[in-house]
């Protein structure tokens, strides 16, 4: 079992730059693929990233490759998202999943067995 709260959100204007965390609580974060995912409102959630256990692959959207940038670091148990050039279309809430087995970095939310609560992102035009 792993617990995940993210940080990081609020309001930046287009263009603007934001880094999200999550941190992960539990002796096992390293093993778990992480991904970040988004909800925005009146839409489903979609998948914006994903990054290996070991940090080595990532895996993203196609509207976001580019300017959100996923990373980890293992010894803080923490993993992040950097967002770069945002732009309206950006805004959501955001949250970070870790998949509780398996290897693959997977764009589906059913593969994720674990959830933060969400950090809500708004960018102003």
């Known amino acids: 079992q792993v617990q995940l709260v993210e940080s990081g959100g609020g309001l930046v204007q287009a263009g603007g730059s934001m880094r999200l965390s999550c941190a992960a609580s539990?002796?096992?974060?390293?093993?778990?693929?992480m991904g970040w995912f988004r909800q925005a409102p009146g839409k489903e959630r979609e998948f914006v990233a994903a990054?290996?256990?070991?940090?080595?692959?990532?895996n993203y959207k196609d509207s976001v490759k580019g300017r959100l940038t996923i990373s980890r670091d293992n010894a803080k148990n923490t993993v992040y998202l950097q967002m770069n050039s945002l732009k309206p279309e950006d805004t959501a809430d955001y949250y970070c999943?870790?998949?509780?087995?398996?290897?693959?970095?997977?764009?589906?939310?059913?593969?994720?067995?674990?959830w933060g609560q969400g950090t809500q992102v708004t960018v102003s035009s």
């Open positions: 990054i290996s256990s070991s940090g080595g692959s990532t």
């Open positions: 539990g002796r096992t974060f390293s093993l778990y693929v």
């Open positions: 999943a870790a998949r509780g087995s398996g290897y693959y970095l997977s764009m589906g939310i059913r593969d994720y067995d674990y």
